[in-house]
């Protein structure tokens, strides 16, 4: 491979879809058990040795900047299970062409990490709240702890970072809740998302409710949805935006599966033990541990990535998937891809 290919040539794949975003997956653990992610008993865990070390994830994610990559969002599991998490967000926020650093959590340990992360350069925060009530909180995560979530919310939002929550619609648990948890974007400065469940491994049993109806349902109780002009409409990532009158933040719609962005997609995703995925639907990817455990230079690794990424699918195929198998799709649990 020659150097001016690597010095030069940033990541796309065949479909000519740049790639600037990267969700890297710390740990498969978690401190929740939420039935569309995780059965009861838990997941296999991977063994330790197996796992990137914080080194290694920072070289990688290096790695990819020079290719192009600008957002790198850290995921779990649950990621703040992950020890010195703080010391990698302070490494990767100094990496050269790496604009933001963000962190997707369940919120219940936030608090407690929540000065650290913001000293290391945390760029800003996406909480999952799908539930307001504790008995249904409880039933869903099979844990106590939505007093820890909610208070995390309030915290991050008053310190200036950032903000989103993140939302499942869903009938077997918080249909009746939809208007009351966009309400959160009434009186405090968060983005309130709502979004499709994919049918995957344990979110194949239950049902999800489409943005479509969700609109619907807010519209019906907070009055016509706004439009928003050009950059504040849509997210860096798959979000559409909409504002509604007298709220301070905005609500937002991810829509996987009644409207497909996958041509638009410019994310690829790293797992904790590290395989580069390409697509969440699909298994396809790459191992980048050989490479980075059997001395590699890093162009090597970047000539491998490149060639990954060139073959990206062009498309999920979640519709199918609820049907029939589908060939190559990940069967492993939400919790040991990253979310």
């Not at 979004?195 to 344990?202: A, K, S, T």
């Not at 439009?227 to 990532?237: A, F, M, Q, S, T």
């Not at 995703?269 to 580069?276: C, H, K, M, Q, S």
């Not at 697509?279 to 980075?292: T, V």
């Amino acid at each position: 491979m020659q150097d001016e290919r690597v010095k030069n040539e940033k990541m796309r794949d065949d479909l000519g879809r740049r790639i600037e975003y990267l969700r890297v997956s710390v740990t498969d653990k978690c401190n929740l058990r939420c039935q569309y992610c995780m059965p009861p008993e838990g997941v296999e865990q991977i063994p330790h040795r197996e796992l990137l070390t914080l080194e290694e994830l920072s070289r990688i994610i290096a790695v990819c900047a020079e290719l192009g990559v600008r957002r790198v969002r850290f995921t779990g599991g649950e990621p703040l299970v992950r020890k010195n998490l703080e010391k990698l967000v302070e490494e990767v926020s100094a990496i050269q062409g790496v604009e933001e650093v963000l962190l997707t959590t369940n919120g219940v340990l936030l608090s407690q990490c929540l000065p650290a992360l913001l000293r290391a350069g945390l760029s800003g925060v996406n909480i999952s709240l799908d539930t307001l009530k504790e008995s249904v909180f409880r039933g869903l995560t099979g844990r106590d702890g939505l007093g820890n979530v909610l208070r995390a919310i309030e915290e991050s939002a008053a310190s200036g970072l950032r903000t989103k929550i993140n939302c499942v619609p869903c009938r077997e648990w918080n249909e009746p809740e939809l208007e009351e948890i966009a309400a959160l974007a009434v009186r405090l400065p968060v983005d309130v998302r709502f979004i499709e469940l994919m049918p995957m491994g344990c979110g194949k049993r239950f049902h999800g409710i489409p943005t479509g109806e969700v609109l619907e349902r807010l519209e019906a109780e907070y009055g016509p949805a706004q439009p928003l002009p050009g950059e504040h409409k849509r997210g860096y990532g798959p979000a559409d935006y909409v504002a509604f009158e007298g709220f301070r933040g905005r609500i937002g719609f991810i829509s996987p599966m009644s409207h497909k962005f996958c041509g638009e997609c410019n994310r690829i995703r790293l797992t904790a033990e590290g395989r580069l995925k390409l697509c969440l639907h699909y298994d396809r990817g790459l191992e980048l541990k050989p490479f980075i455990r059997g001395g590699a230079a890093d162009e090597e690794i970047c000539g491998a990535i490149l060639d990954a990424v060139r073959q990206k699918p062009g498309e999920h195929d979640f519709e199918r998937e609820l049907r029939e198998h589908t060939k190559g799709a990940d069967e492993r649990r939400m919790v040991q891809i990253g979310g």
